[in-house]
């Protein structure tokens, strides 16, 4: 019996389908390698439907301090929502690395509680790392060297983006239960 290819496809897309559904899908073991996750230091924003304020972003400020960076960051940093240059979604000013530091949010990107979650984790990052030089560098380079790039890694590996980007999506009563 000779086989179209048509035919052909459709028998390997019917084989296909019925080995997956026949197969086991794969355990993640990560779990159990954790002894306490960082989602438990997540935030969860409870604005009830309405958009970010210059309080909430004050008040995520010290609960991300505490969470992920062992409050090693100025309790004193000012927060405000001046940033007005359309290409900045926020930038951070210090005289010296944790130093008078200052984070200037533009309202018109951080509306959203999870980009500003995002945006306010990225500036964190610039406040130990102010002063940093990247030899040879300019602009945006030079504003984001290894030493920022470190901090961003630890973040993640913290699982700072992790709750923000992908654990976040479901309420608190439909997260994993596992380490409780």
């Known amino acids: 019996m000779k086989f179209t290819t048509l035919e052909k496809i459709l028998g390997t897309l019917c084989l296909a389908l019925i080995v997956g559904f026949l197969s086991k899908p794969p355990e993640i073991d990560y779990v159990e390698h954790c002894e306490k996750p960082a989602e438990t230091h997540a935030i969860l924003p409870d604005l009830k439907g309405s958009d970010t304020t210059l309080a909430w972003l ?98 993640d590996i913290q699982g700072a983006f992790r709750y923000i980007l992908i654990d976040g999506y479901s309420p608190r009563e439909a997260q994993l239960t596992v380490f409780q």
């Open 58 to 155: 004050q008040g995520i400020y010290p609960l991300f301090n505490d969470a992920y960076f062992e409050n090693k960051l100025p309790q004193d940093v000012e927060i405000d929502l001046l940033e007005h240059d359309p290409n900045s979604m926020a930038t951070t000013d210090c005289t010296s690395s944790n130093k008078n530091c200052k984070i200037h949010f533009n309202y018109k990107y951080v509306v959203a509680p999870r980009n500003a979650e995002l945006t306010m984790l990225h500036e964190m990052c610039h406040i130990p790392t102010f002063d940093e030089h990247v030899p040879g560098a300019s602009g945006q380079v030079a504003l984001h060297g290894p030493h920022w790039r470190i901090c961003m890694l630890k973040l």
